[in-house]
């Protein structure tokens, strides 16, 4: 089952071809016209190198949850289960969670124009996509996915909700 559609799928393409151009501008222009500098002082773009460090491994902990269960697009195999461990244990989107961390730092750290448009582009694709990702989950898993999502935040930790767990 696909539930993105076209748009959507042009979309997440159009922002990938964005960050791929943005990304050889930055890379490869020998002096980076002054218009695009952000003023991001230098402790600031060295906590984007530590955040960075440290959202890698928590994409590859996503990402080996997930298993064979992950895909560019939205959809789900005919086998799919609702995963709910590791990093899905507390969080039911921490790919999107470690995508938005992620593509942070690479702004604090190039303290780049073109790489902060590119994250506000993920930023919108991710708040489009959650929606359309729940209603599919919804559809598929029913009173599962609901369960899951009452004891679960969308992109952090629902402490809240935890606390209400102990009493």
Request: net charge positive; proline share 4%; charged share 20%.
């Amino acid at each position: 089952m696909q539930a993105e559609g076209k748009a959507g799928a042009v979309l997440l393409i159009g922002q990938g071809i964005y960050l791929i151009v943005a990304l050889l501008l930055y890379l490869f222009l020998s002096s980076i016209p002054s218009w695009l500098v952000l003023p991001v002082a230098d402790w600031l773009r060295w906590i984007g190198v530590a955040l960075g460090v440290l959202a890698l491994p928590f994409l590859a902990w996503v990402h080996y949850a997930l298993d064979k269960y992950w895909d560019v697009s939205l959809s789900l195999r005919k086998d799919h289960v609702l995963v709910t461990s590791g990093p899905y244990r507390r969080i039911r989107h921490p790919m999107y969670t470690v995508h938005i961390v992620y593509f942070l730092t690479w702004v604090l750290v190039s303290a780049n124009l073109l790489l902060l448009i590119n994250y506000l582009l993920t930023i919108v694709l991710i708040a489009l996509r959650i929606p359309t990702e729940e209603r599919m989950l919804l559809e598929r898993f029913g009173d599962e996915y609901r369960a899951y999502m009452k004891r679960t935040g969308r992109l952090l930790p629902n402490f809240h909700k935890e606390k209400g767990e102990h009493k």
